[in-house]
């Protein structure tokens, strides 16, 4: 019987590779080539944070036109220049005036206060709102029926005064340095307005 040769040198190969299996690690148990670090410490408990209250939710913003009315009535009047309508309780303090003043043909907006101007005031910003159109104008210090007032002078041909008249249940007077004054759109703002107009 005669060997191939060329079979037996293969042959003695895969024997001497098939001995090393056992002697070489595979890559998962191959111990580390240098120590794996300790395990962090444990962190000492923390106390809990400090109870916050609970903040509180923004104040709402109320629209203009759902801010209860001030209690009161209109009164309308004839004067020598015009005419004048005064909003608020009988006896007591207006807290808004409409006045015409027939000769200059302005419709004076007013809002009494308690404080005397100071000799030589500067103007005030106002703003006048109606359901349907709004305007910013300047204020200024005048004596109504022996009341001080700040007063917008608005003349006859403006359309603001058209707005006041037919707004919708209000309109709202605000003057820089003075509550402002939501109040009902009567039929006497209204009557003030025309009695002005020629």
């Known amino acids: 019987m005669t060997i ?26 191959r111990q ?17 944070p400090a109870a916050r209250p609970p ?3 923004p104040a709402p913003q109320i629209d203009w036109r759902d801010v209860p009315l001030p209690a009161g009535n209109w009164v309308w009047t004839a004067n020598a220049g015009g005419s004048a309508a005064r909003f608020g ?20 907006i007013a809002l009494p206060t308690q404080i005397a101007p100071p000799p030589t005031p500067a103007p005030r910003a106002a703003t006048i709102t109606a359901s349907t159109s709004s305007a910013t104008l300047s204020a200024e210090p005048r004596v109504i029926d022996g009341l001080n007032t700040w007063a917008i002078g608005v003349p006859v041909a403006n359309h603001l005064l058209d707005a006041i008249a037919f707004s919708r249940g209000r309109f709202r007077i605000e003057i820089a340095g003075l509550a402002g004054a939501v109040v009902p ?3 006497e703002p209204g009557r003030v307005v025309e009695d002005c107009r020629p």
């Open 89 to 108: 309780l009988a006896g007591a303090e207006p807290v808004a005036m409409l006045v015409c003043d027939r000769a200059a043909a302005v419709v004076w």
């Open 32 to 48: 580390p080539s240098h120590p794996a670090p300790p395990p962090p410490l444990p962190l000492p408990p923390r106390a809990p």
């Open 185 to 187: 759109s009567w039929s």
């Open 4 to 29: 191939n040769r060329a079979f037996v040198l293969p042959a003695l190969v895969l024997f001497a590779l098939s001995a090393c299996d056992g002697a070489v690690p595979r890559a998962d148990e």
């Open 55 to 57: 903040a509180l939710p």
